[in-house]
């Protein structure tokens, strides 16, 4: 096994791209950390909304899932992006 | 009667066009994750007794770029049919060259004509099958939830045949992809169509056009501009307003595009990836008794995230359906 990392430790040392695996790595850690405050401040709201009217619980779920798609859209973004930049 | 017959025979020659010339062509081109293999061998040359043509070689031979590359040729399109011929006799790439996309739209559009037609029918002879009245129910959903309660019983009524089929169309798509399989020509080799965005840049196409258009003709094609911009705005942010809303205008369903298919890949990828990890430690421990252990908790992660993928499926249909409908419905009422 420890052969297998110094395989990969040579690899890395003398691969050109490496800030571009670095990058990519950055680009899709931070865009779920945004996507996750975002995420979870829609999940909260949500969750009080239904919790202060359970007769409104339907549509409370559906535009919920909705503003989260919008921020889960943007995070993609930062995914793609980093794929763009891992397989480049 | 005479409409369903004619259908399915078109479905049924556009499907055998694409076939035959696949499964012929598919000697000489090879498929993606042995062609890519058999290049990767060669282009190290250290491999220099390869006996089989078309053999992979083991886990343990190959490196880990290789392993990866296989895992993920699986998510990327390819194409199965050149069918363009230039001077020299060399079949390439080119307008009309079909990838493993089209065939699985296809078969999509194939099923559902299968499973909608009696639909139709339940209504014109009042008997109801136990799968033809889940599909209705389905029917009802989007109609009632989706299209009735943004655009409203009147104007909705001319939209359900659209948003009907951009629904059921992703649908099919996304869950054939959901099959599990292995193999590398067309009914084998089942691939999700709207993990490209080939296919879902056009279905965002349409959006994008009934929202200039309709919004056009509701509106003036000088009103239609001037309601994209809110009432009430101060003259010295209009620099700012305006091109915030018009470039809105392009980023909407350039966004939906992005959505749905960046979705539909990575939920892939990811499955690759966890299941690229059991060959990935088979390889770290050289084969060892131990390293049959490690697949374990790879493949619970693997349907772990299937799980999750099955749920996200229905839920980017419904996303991209009723953003859909939002967006044409602001682009024809646009009281700010």
Known sequence: MLAFFQDAANQLATASNTGLGIGAGLAAGLAAVGAGLGIGRIGGAAGEGIARQPEAADAIKGSALIFAAFVEGVALFAAVIGLMLATK | MLAKRLL??????????????????N????????????EAGEGGESHGDES??????????MSNADIFKIQFTHSVPYPIALLEVDEDGHEHAGLFTIYNVQPWQWTCLGLMLIVFFPVVGSFRKQRVGK????????????????VYSVMGKEEGRAFLPLFFFMFFFIVFQNVIGLIPSTGHSYPFAIYT????????????????????????????????????????????????????EFAGLII???????????????????????????????KMMAGS??????????VGMAIFIYIIEAFVTLLQAYIFTFLSINFIHQSMHQEH
């Not at chain 2, 959006?207 to 258009?213: A, G, I, V």
């Not at chain 2, 350039?254 to 959505?259: K, M, P, Q, S």
């Not at chain 2, 939920?267 to 088979?282: M, P």
Request: hydrophobic share 50%; with cysteine.
């Open chain 2, 131 to 146: 799968f033809t009245r889940i599909m209705r129910g389905f029917c009802l959903w989007v109609r009632d939830e989706m």
């Open chain 2, 252 to 282: 909407k369903p350039v966004a939906l595009t992005i959505r749905l298919f960046a979705n539909m890949l990575s939920g892939h990828l990811v499955i690759a990836a966890a299941i690229g990890l059991v060959f990935l430690f088979t």
């Open chain 2, 27 to 38: 000697g000489e081109h090879g498929a993606s994750g042995a062609g890519t293999t058999h």
């Open chain 2, 52 to 61: 089989g043509e078309h053999q992979s070689p083991g886990t343990l031979e």
């Open chain 2, 289 to 298: 008794a131990l390293s049959y252990l490690t697949a374990l908790p790879c």
């Open chain 2, 8 to 25: 399915i025979t078109i479905w049924l020659s556009l499907l055998a066009a694409v076939v035959v010339p696949a499964q012929e062509g």
């Open chain 2, 193 to 244: 169509a709207t993990g490209t965005p080939f296919v879902t840049a056009p279905l965002a196409a349409i959006t994008l056009l009934l929202m200039l258009t309709l919004g056009m003709k509701k509106n003036g094609v000088v009103g239609f501009f001037k309601g994209l911009i809110p009432h009430g705005v101060p003259a010295y942010l209009l620099p700012i307003i305006v091109p915030i």
